[in-house]
């Protein structure tokens, strides 16, 4: 055998390795609600098992979770699915009450912590199919049956699928698609330079340095080229009624773009507004995307009220704008636009916000329909001063972010609707 791989001994099991099937799909539940467990990990999990022994839940419990966890992150997601899983079938009932809330008298009347909706997604996905069973003759043909209920295109109709229009299934599924996207920027040359070989300007001030070690005479030139330095990202998000759906599945992949190392951004800013501006930057740096969400939902205390789109931008130019848009940063602007306080004021203010900023794009779900037009007073009044207007509707709509970032001359549906409006 190669030097380096570890050598197991034989593996002793019962002729019905229930346990080994229970703790194999146990693994899998865990994949799914985000941890990184592969089929190493569930093989040192089921022989950890049969060493300690499955006398005691505490010591079993920890025995577990001395295979499956490597992350601070995951011992809450891993401990809940853990209940739903081995220990309580009565919060199993709770969980599946709550995933599927056409189920009555079966739901307890709390709340669900941070982690549980997404362990019971993880532990109920595949709930209907039936555990592997032993073969009584092991020369009988293996059948091997495919689920294809998640193809290609099935993920393609998911990918145009209105939010609102999401059934609780595939809500949960475009999550998932939604955790996985990047948005990528590239950086901007700042006046400050660094040494490089093929720098397209000369570096003075090392090139005398150098010369002076040597009596004054020039041997090398050095060259310099300008620094990159990354963008910030600033997202205000509208959580009114009419918002709402669309901003829960926005603000999800805001929280992937936050925890996403190397994307490019230097910092990434959230704020919601509704009737009040908040500032939910530091809940999104939380790893657990339940706890951030629900974090960020327990502090804005407007969600599904209101809008006052106007009131909000001031209160952002006149107590934000400084601290966070200083190093040249791209403004996301997630709204329908359907405000009833003065056009006047609210064009002043996105005005402010579009000199402040170095590119401001504008998401409305509002330009999904195909007769789309800027008839409401506030769309008006805020279209003029945006650099690019696009649908934020669905993750296709999401998806196209990254073009609107990578084009700077990108500028959406602006053009055509600024035509409607003189016409």
């Known amino acids: 055998m190669p030097q380096g791989i570890p050598e197991y001994a034989p593996l002793d099991l019962p002729d019905n390795p229930q346990l080994a099937g229970n703790i194999t799909h146990f693994a899998r539940a865990l994949r799914k609600a985000g941890l990184p467990i592969g089929p190493g990990r569930t093989l040192d999990a089921i022989r950890a098992v049969q060493v300690a022994g499955f006398t ?24 809940q699915l853990f209940r739903l899983y081995w220990r309580d079938p009565r919060y199993m009932e709770h969980m599946m009450s709550m995933m599927l809330p056409a189920v009555r008298g079966v739901a307890e009347d709390r709340a669900a912590e941070a982690g549980e909706k997404r362990a019971a997604e993880a532990l109920l996905d595949g709930a209907d199919q039936p555990m592997p069973q032993p073969q009584d003759d092991p020369e009988e043909e293996t059948k091997i049956e495919v689920d294809a209920s998640l193809t290609i295109s099935e993920e393609e109709r998911l990918r145009s699928l209105d939010f609102e229009q ?3 299934e595939e809500i949960a599924r475009a999550k998932r698609m939604l ?54 990202l600033v997202t205000l998000c509208d959580i009114s009624g009419s918002m709402s759906q669309y901003s829960r599945m ?20 959230a704020f919601t507004f509704g009737t009040r501006l908040t500032n939910i930057t530091r809940h999104l740096n939380n790893r657990d995307v339940d706890a951030a ?87 008006a009044a805020m279209l003029p001063h945006v650099d690019s207007f696009r649908a934020g509707h669905s993750i296709a709509s999401i998806e196209d972010l990254a073009l609107a970032l990578s084009r700077p001359d990108d500028r959406g549906e602006k053009d055509r609707l600024i035509a409607s409006l003189s016409a």
Not at 180 to 207: F, N, W
Not at 302 to 324: A, K, M, P, Q, Y
Request: aromatic residues 8%.
């Open 250 to 269: 926005v603000l999800h992949f805001l929280h992937a773009v936050a925890n996403e190392k190397g994307a490019g951004w230097a910092r990434v800013h």
């Open 56 to 79: 005691d839940k505490r010591d079993f419990y920890w025995t577990l979770h001395a295979c499956f966890v490597s992350s601070p992150q995951h011992r809450q997601v891993f401990s």
């Open 166 to 168: 999401m059934s609780t």
């Open 179 to 232: 955790a996985r996207l990047t948005l990528p920027v590239k950086p901007m040359l700042s006046r400050r330079r660094v040494a490089s070989p093929h720098g397209a300007r000369i570096d003075t001030a090392r090139t005398l340095r150098a010369a002076m070690r040597t009596g004054g005479e020039i041997q090398a030139l050095h060259r310099a080229r300008p620094r990159p330095r990354w963008p910030a």
């Open 293 to 379: 969400l629900a974090a960020a939902g327990a502090e804005a205390q407007d969600w599904e009220g209101g809008t006052r789109i106007g009131d909000c931008l001031h209160d952002f130019n006149r107590d934000w704008s400084r601290r966070v848009m200083g190093q040249g940063a791209v403004v996301l602007l997630i709204t329908d636009g359907l405000d009833r306080g003065d056009p006047s004021a609210l064009a002043h203010e996105m005005q402010r916000l579009h000199l402040s900023s170095r590119r401001l794009i504008w998401l409305n779900p509002l330009l999904r329909w195909d007769g789309f037009a800027p008839k409401a007073r506030g769309i």
